[in-house]
């Protein structure tokens, strides 16, 4: 793994994990040809710098905006890249259609499923480890903002693998025409 890429909707808290993740190694670029912003900075992953970046908040693979285009983009360069998909724990059925686009176009894949903390307050509750099972992908409850769920989050990130859009399908009854048995 050469790159993780920090993925998912504006205002999920994508920054406060990365800036948790880098730390003070953190550079900030303009994408080329554009003014749009991202950064990028280095985590120790098993005693071996990898490159993290947080890419531009994108509603969905299909852009709307030039940040959209960006995040798209950025995606699209990193084909070997492991992508965590950073979902408002508060809002997830908002944020797992960014990630099922991502899964479906063949990435490694591990959810974190931030504002843990704002959901729980919220009264919502979500099986992390039944999402974990019908997404195939390592999901992970975190609190960016107090560093809460990080280490298993890195620890984790090694178990991203890419799955067939067609398991998830399968494990909640659904096939591709939208129906369910």
Known sequence: MNKILLMGQPNVGKSVL????AGARAIESNYPGTTVDYTKGHLMLDGKSVEIIDVPG??????????EEVA?????GEKDAVVVCVIDASKVERGLYLTLEVIEKGYPVIVALNMWDV???????????RLEQILGVPVVPTVATRGEGLRELVVRIREAEPVEIEEILNSVGGNRSGTYS
């Open 18 to 21: 990365f800036n948790r993740l």
């Open 58 to 67: 994108t509603f969905s693979l299909d852009p709307k905006d030039r940040a």
């Open 72 to 76: 798209v983009k950025m995606l699209e």
């Open 119 to 129: 959901a729980k307050g919220g009264n919502i509750k979500i099986n992390a480890p």
